[in-house]
Structures are given as C-alpha cells and as structure tokens.
C-alpha cells in the first residue's frame, strides 16, 4: 500500500498469530481506490469511535427484494471511495461445495464490478460480495445469472437455506440435506427472492445432531439428522480401542449424559432407550460405533438472536420426519407459515409468535399434535384447566 | 374466484401504497390483508402475490427495507445523499 494513507489504530490488528483482514485490505487498496477509502474510514472510525455507515433501504436488482443489502458512507466527501459500499448476498452451492473454476467466475465477476472483497462466507451462509455502487449492481446480478448464479435471501424472506456438507462427506448424515436444501432453494424461490413474510425466516439444514450449521440456535426453523433405532456398534472394533489402551471409561463412559453406557470386557453394552442421541460417543469412537439405520430428521422451531425479544433456542416440532421424499416437508413448511402469515405481528420471527400466542394454540394452527418431546421444561404455571377435555370425554 | 382481475388488484394495492407514502410503510401482508378485506373470497392469497408481483416487475413499486421489507414507491432515498 503506498505511504500516503496512514493507519496506526488499524496497524495493530496485524499483530499477533492469527491473520488479518486489514492485511488483505492493504495488499488490494493499491489495485481499488474503493479499498484504500474503506482503509481511511475505517481508521477515521476507529480513532472517532465511532461509525460512519448508514443504512440504505432502497437499493436492490429489479423484481428481487433481497440478495442487496445497501450501505452509505456517511463521509462521503472525505472518502468518495465508499460513498456507496452495498454488499450483495449469492446463494451459496447446497454445503458450500465449489469447483476452482467457479471461484474463479465469482472473483472475475467482483473485480470487474465490485471491490473485490469477499467475505466467504458471511453467517447467512451465502458467500458475500463486499462493496460496489448502485450503478454496479444490475450489471452484477447480470453477470451472475449469466453464469447460473443467483442471489441469496435478506430482509423479511425466506434467507438462503443452509446445509452442511451432509452424505458427500460425512458418515453420520441421517439424510441427504445437499438435496434438501437444493429441493427448497427452487421450491420457494418467490419467497427467497420476494419478501412477503412478517420477518426474516432461517432454514438450516444438519445431517446428524452434531449439527455443524447450528440449526438449533440460528434458524427458524431446524432440520436436524436423528435416527430412531439403536446405535450401530462393531464390537470387534470397540476392543481394539481396548486393546489401545484408550480411556473408555473416563472419555466415553463417564461422559455420556444418560449414563446410558457400560462396558463389560471388552465388550461396550448401549442402553438405547435411554439415549438422546448426543453424538458424544459415536464422535470418539468413529470406528466402532455409527448412527442407526432408521433415519430421519428432527425438526426445531424458533431459534433467533436478541433483536425484538431475547435470544432462542429452537425447541422440537416433529421428533422424527421421514426424509425419503421432501413433500411432506414442503407442507409443513406451507401450513406454518400460513399461521404465521395470519397470526404474526410486524417484526415478529416464528418462535417469538409461538411464545406469545402459546404452543397450543400454534399447534392447532398448524394441525400437529403435541407430543412429549416438545416439552422444553416442567410447567411453570399452575393454572391448566382441564374442562374441555373433560367435556370431550364426557360427550364421547 | 369471480371477476376481480389481477390488473385490478394491483392496482387498488398500487392505490394504497400511494396514499400511504412518507407516513406508514406497507409491507406484503398489509397489502394482501386490505385486498382480503375489501374483495373477501373474490381473491385469494395467490392472487394478491401475483398483483404484488405485477407491481414490483413494472417499476412501478420497489421492495425496500427498514428494519423490515416493505413496499413503497420508487424514490431516491435519503441515505443516498
């Protein structure tokens, strides 16, 4: 970078082991003046703590309402560089698998049009074009298409659903969450691209409970791999991790949440009706022990972040769904967002409306019946009443 | 479904989003609720997206966003400046 733009507040940041980004950003701010007056503000920002972005509403590609997410400098006479800054969202390939010569597309298109900065990928999920001008953004989007790409989702839509790498690479995937998520990307296109709803709604998609997308406590609405038989186990393999001299007892036995686990010999013994599927074992022992072979997938409603209410965890919906066809899952997904469609305040995401309309209100919405494992905690409140039910009972 | 063209909806929607313009932000559901309201059973939810649809694709709306997606007429907004 050359000398004429000093940043000391900025210059600490690349120091220490783990790399940074103003290192990138110096490395390109000679090639894009647009990099060297985001280094400038930046430092303005840091010196000033304070920060000089302002949020744009507008801007965006013709017929889409996500995918652009506007920013302004609000210095922009001192850095005309990033007067306008605004990020545009891709919809990122089902477990973010690419080839070398679709990053090449994707850098080729953002050095043309944009900063060529890149966040890869942001917590969306998406991979996330950084910084270009309104005038930039259709020839952006048409760049894109031209080669297949399209934008991801932002504002009150359906955001860009989010798998893990699911079956392509890991063993524990209960079910094919790259197709899931490919089905439902097409599926509902018009509510990725078009928002309609009352807030964002976020699909993540999981292949087993260890949950690699943290579908439990970043989306809406969760697809989490499970099982429903016992655990597979290769007793011949869980003795040679005997024979290893492994820690059995103190890493696995003593580890598992239920205690549902001993071993005798060299023999491991799985009380399966009281597993709840933590993965915790079946990670430390990868070789003796695997998934069972009835699967399916869990489903989570409500995660968040603090915005409106306090953050969520997402709680269970449906134990067990069988995944060998996605229909039934698309009219899940239909019947839950007509509830919340009808029943939803302004800014208000699922799980905020379920707690405050109640479960059993959301549940006769939607049409499920509630089961036990949609229990997050013993009651709290002493007043149930029991009439109707005792009516029905009566009537039959 | 008897006679309320889709043209129509659009715009008596287009209407709405006009006469609401610099006071209150209209967003998808405000706008189909109104339709509901007005036209009852004459129009269904799949009617009230395709108008919505009809009225973003002409230029004649455009999404916009604060704090969450609305629809507002085409204008240069103020953080442009």
């Known amino acids: 970078m050359s000398d004429d733009l000093k940043t000391p507040l900025l210059d600490e940041l690349e120091k220490g082991a783990w790399p940074s980004f103003v290192k990138d950003l110096k490395s390109m701010a000679d090639k894009k003046p647009m990099v060297k007056d985001l280094l400038g503000q930046l430092e303005k920002s840091y010196a000033d703590k304070r920060g000089y972005w302002k949020h744009g509403g507008l801007v965006g590609v013709m017929g889409y309402g996500g995918g652009v997410i506007g920013r302004y400098s609000a210095l922009p006479d001192e850095f005309p560089g990033v007067s306008h800054f605004h990020t545009m969202r891709v919809n990122q390939p089902s477990g973010w698998f690419y080839t070398s010569d679709a990053l090449n597309e994707l850098f080729d298109i953002w050095d043309e049009h944009g900063s060529g900065l890149l966040n890869v990928h942001g917590s969306t999920g998406d991979l996330v074009f950084l910084g270009t001008v309104t005038d930039e953004l259709e020839p952006t989007f048409r760049a894109l298409t031209a080669k297949n790409w399209d934008l991801g989702g932002s504002g009150s839509d359906l955001r860009t659903p989010s798998c893990c790498v699911g079956p392509a690479r890991c063993e524990n995937a209960c079910y094919d969450t790259l197709a899931l998520s490919y089905d439902l990307t097409h599926n509902y296109q018009d509510e990725l691209h078009r928002p309609m709803f009352n807030y964002k709604y976020k699909i993540k998609m999981s292949g087993c409970p260890n949950d690699c997308t943290a579908a439990i406590a970043r989306s809406d609405m969760g697809i989490i791999g499970i099982w429903k038989d016992d655990i597979q186990v290769d007793q011949a393999a869980f003795a040679e991790y005997i024979d290893s001299e492994m820690d059995i007892q103190g890493s696995v036995v003593d580890k598992c949440p239920t205690g549902c686990i001993s071993v005798e010999g060299k023999e491991i013994k799985i009380d399966n009706s009281n597993c709840v599927k933590c993965m915790h074992c079946i990670n430390t022992l ?41 229909e039934d899952m698309h009219d899940l997904i239909d019947r839950i967002w007509e509830f919340w469609d009808e029943h939803g305040k302004n800014r208000e995401r699922i799980g905020e409306c379920i707690e405050r309309i109640g479960l059993a209100t959301f549940l006769e919405g939607i049409g499920l019946d509630p089961v036990p494992q949609m229990v997050k905690q013993p009651r709290d409140n002493p007043y149930i009443f029991y009439e109707e039910y005792f009516e029905e009972e009566e009537e039959a | 479904m008897a006679g309320i063209s889709i043209e129509q909806i659009a715009d008596d929607m287009y209407q709405l989003v006009a006469e609401s313009a610099g006071q209150k932000k209209l967003k998808s559901t405000d706008l189909t609720k109104a339709m509901t309201s007005k036209y009852g059973d004459q129009v269904s939810k799949q009617d009230c997206k395709a108008a919505i649809k009809l009225l973003i694709d002409s230029g004649r709306c455009v999404y916009g966003y604060f704090g969450g997606s609305s629809i507002e007429l085409p204008h240069k907004e103020a953080s442009a400046n």
């Open chain 1, 286 to 326: 990868p070789k003796a022990l695997r998934v069972g072979k009835e699967r399916g997938a869990a489903i989570t409603l409500g995660a968040k972040a603090p915005i409106v209410e306090g953050a969520l965890f997402g709680s269970v919906m449906i134990p067990f769904m069988d995944m060998s066809n996605f």
